[in-house]
């Protein structure tokens, strides 16, 4: 709430000079420069079509054990067989038998932008995204095996071959890289509540790409954030580098303001205001149609 406030404080977007590129690119959505490796270096999935990228053993099957974890909407069950995917790459992933999934794998604070996640078209990609990053399945032997930025690809690729449409897939890219969860390269994800003490704090945290934007941002903002990758790809057809550099922008931007907030606030020598980063969002949705066990999802 303290962020929040320190935010609102800075004035949001609304007073900001639009001279400065990254908040011109933030109030009137366009694409902005690509950084990165480019799409067609990653060699995406097109989509169904695609002979290069394809499901193994699809559709995804469920076990009938319902699972309960806490603090979570929907019901999760376990694969009752091994699930595969090969990327445009011809890189491997696989969901073992037994890996938790609820058939959503998006932040639930993005569901009201995003829509209902639950689709038989997003069942397969759900279910191998959560092995390797999913709530349950930290004991997994894929859980962490592949860096974040990699397995979160591995999702919009997944979804395109499951039948996702172009753009819903990019959005629903965008939530994960955005909300989703992220770790070093060792496989490490920051836990605990960060203190963010000072400006100094905040902006550190900001500048880490393996510590996500749900961990020191407000849930508010980062709402505020999905709503313009909305807007963004209603007007444009942005390339996933694109959408990665606009809400990297789009985060610095927000981190730097609360910072200013802190700072002008005189608490910028490490005194602990008394305020931190609960836990991160879930990635279910709320109540409504369970996945249920069985065979679901479309290969």
């Known amino acids: 709430m303290r962020i929040l406030m320190a935010l609102m404080a800075a004035g949001g977007l609304a007073a900001c000079d639009l001279s400065d590129p990254i908040l ?11 950084a990165g490796p480019s799409d067609s270096e990653r060699a995406l999935c097109p989509g169904q079509s695609s002979p290069e990228c394809r499901f193994e053993n699809s559709p995804v099957k469920l076990a009938p054990e319902p699972v309960q974890l806490p603090r979570r909407a929907l019901v999760f069950y376990p694969t009752a067989e091994p699930l595969s995917f090969v990327d445009g790459r011809g890189r491997d992933w696989v969901a073992p038998e037994r890996t938790l999934t609820d058939g959503a794998s998006i932040p639930k604070m993005f569901i009201s932008i995003i829509g209902e996640p639950t689709s038989r078209e997003f069942a397969n990609a759900a279910a191998v995204h959560d092995a390797y990053c999913g709530v349950g399945n930290e004991d997994g032997p894929k859980f962490h095996g592949a860096p974040w930025r990699d397995v979160h690809r591995m999702f919009y690729d997944a979804l395109r071959v499951g039948g996702t449409p172009e753009t819903k897939a990019k959005l629903m890219y965008a939530a994960v890289y955005l909300g989703g969860p992220r770790w070093s390269d060792g496989g490490a994800e920051l836990s605990g509540e960060p203190r963010l003490s ?46 990665e550099t606009f809400i990297d922008m789009s985060v610095s931007e927000s981190a730097r303001h609360a910072a200013h907030a802190i700072g002008q606030g005189g608490n910028d020598h490490g005194e602990d205001p008394g305020y931190g980063i609960g836990d991160g969002p879930g990635v279910d949705g709320p109540p409504g149609e369970d996945v249920g066990p069985g065979d679901i999802g479309e290969g």
């Open 24 to 34: 011109a690119t933030r109030s009137v959505p366009q694409a902005p420069p690509a």
């Open 198 to 243: 000072s400006r100094g704090s905040l902006a550190a945290l900001a500048q880490s790409e393996d510590v996500s934007p749900a961990r020191y941002l407000p849930e508010p903002e980062l709402r505020r954030i999905m709503r313009q990758v909305r807007d963004l790809l209603e007007t444009a057809q942005p390339s996933l580098s694109q959408i």
